[in-house]
DNA sequence: AAGTGGTCTAGACCACGTA
DNA sequence: ACGTGGTCTAGACCACTTT
């Protein structure tokens, strides 16, 4: 668990460093595609010779773009581009399913493997965004985005509802794209729809109650609470490409940090 | 916001590597008190030569453990054990003081300055740990800890109620202190009274509702719901030195986890 | 000026994965 | 056997802090 700033999103200053500066135009390779997620990069060898500098500085250059989760070492294989983000899912969250520790008391601290959990779409229409949400998006004001409104079940109860915008023209694909086919996880079809690659994401708890029609979705009574998640989730050139808000069981809500 | 496993604390195995034995022979002279934290540790070439490795080597190991979190490197200084936790306020779960922007919109991500909230300690005393809670100790079932009940007040308003455990014999100090001498925070008091520092802490939260004695202590009306947070705390040893519950007003809970 | 960590080089050999 | 990243060496010079 550690806070960041999300303003500070893509080209982390990088002084004057040679391997800050070399960092920065691999990261602009990854950036403008000419690497692709999932594929491997040269070998640390080949890039050092092509920008004629020593071994351990391109090592140096490419810990960077590790430690900000842009690449991945893999002993004996090579370096690749990450795929989106994995361990996202809004489940992490949560703990629906019945748990051998009770809360509170001495737990292992071996999750219980996360599922995914069904979507169902319940509404997607293109629709004027407000004006702070436009500029999060970087776009102007009166601009559009496309309002999804999506329930998560699991184990065939309903868990979880969602509010998502998403801006236009990038997301036009999905406008198009039979509910059939959504399938139930957003990033690989953001990827693979509209060729948006999700790599980072900021995420906001905070403690609500249910409206009458929220609580109805959710199988719930009016005026419970729910733990409420405000996404912003950001592509590889840092723009914000999604807002989400998640709501769920205040009572199944649990979230353990590490501090250090 | 990173989810780490508990049980794996001191010691990581580091392999084979040369850097990985000379890291594990630094933090055992931390840990053993040889290395006070604040103080500065040998100069790298002074190290390297000891060793009898090369700089880089020494580098290497050194970066293990800032890694960890145990050293900190000061450019032009040299390299510093690390003091206790920093930043692992329970403040930063809240949000009690008035904020320009309002949950759910587009915050600006700037913190509102963590401020420390008056201790005020309702009881204090010896007493037998369950089983579960002495295991977590690292103690034989049936020893002692010391149990404390505390409020903390910020703006002249009670904001957290607080019970912590602490292992006897261990924190006998504490038990003799006068009220007047705790001050507002533990950890210091754990590093001078009892020689514990702190170095890591591990906090779930859930959601629940405080019954009749807890409300009143917060002046919330009988079942309204809380934010609670369960705190393990471990010193240099890895071992847990410290159990917390801490509740305080759900309304006022807001946590922000930033994913790669 | 002296001491510290930060950057950079040009090699060498090792451990791992694949063919 | 070969190519990959991982470890290690023995230097050099730079940037920052303190004396």
Redesign the pocket.
């Known amino acids: 668990m550690q806070d960041n700033d999300p303003l500070r999103s893509a080209a982390t200053a990088p002084?004057?460093?040679?391997?800050?500066?070399?960092a920065a135009q691999l990261q602009r390779k990854i950036v403008d595609g000419e690497w692709q997620p999932g594929s491997?990069?040269?070998?640390?060898?080949?890039?050092?010779a092509e920008f004629?500098?020593?071994?351990?500085?391109?090592?140096?250059?490419?810990a960077v773009l590790v430690q900000e989760g842009l690449l991945e070492?893999?002993?004996?294989?090579?370096?690749f581009v990450r795929n989106g983000l994995t361990g996202a899912s809004m489940m992490r969250f949560f703990r629906f399913r019945a748990d051998t520790a009770a809360p509170g008391s001495f737990a292992t601290g071996i999750e219980p493997g996360l599922a995914i959990p069904r979507s169902e779409i319940l509404s997607c229409r293109a629709a004027r965004l407000d004006k702070s949400m436009a500029a999060l998006f970087g776009l102007d004001a009166g601009a559009r985005g496309l309002a999804i409104s999506r329930r998560r079940w699991l184990d065939d109860k309903p868990r979880l509802i969602e509010s998502i915008w998403l801006p236009l023209p990038r997301c036009e694909p999905l406008q198009r794209l039979p509910r059939a086919e959504w399938g139930d996880l957003l990033y690989p079809l953001l990827a693979s729809q509209c060729g948006i690659t999700i790599h980072r994401a900021v995420d906001e708890v905070t403690f609500r109650t249910l409206d009458a029609d929220e609580a109805s979705l959710l199988d719930l009574p009016d005026g419970h609470p729910c733990a409420l998640v405000t996404r912003r989730a950001y592509d590889l050139q840092g723009h914000c490409a999604e807002y989400r808000l998640t709501r769920g069981d205040a009572y199944a809500f649990r979230y353990q940090a590490d501090i250090r």
Request: hydrophobic share 40%; glycine share 18%.
């Open positions: 002084g004057v460093s040679r391997y800050g500066r070399i491997a990069i040269p070998a640390e060898s080949t890039l050092a004629g500098i020593a071994l351990g500085t391109i090592r140096q250059a490419i070492r893999v002993q004996g294989k090579g370096t």
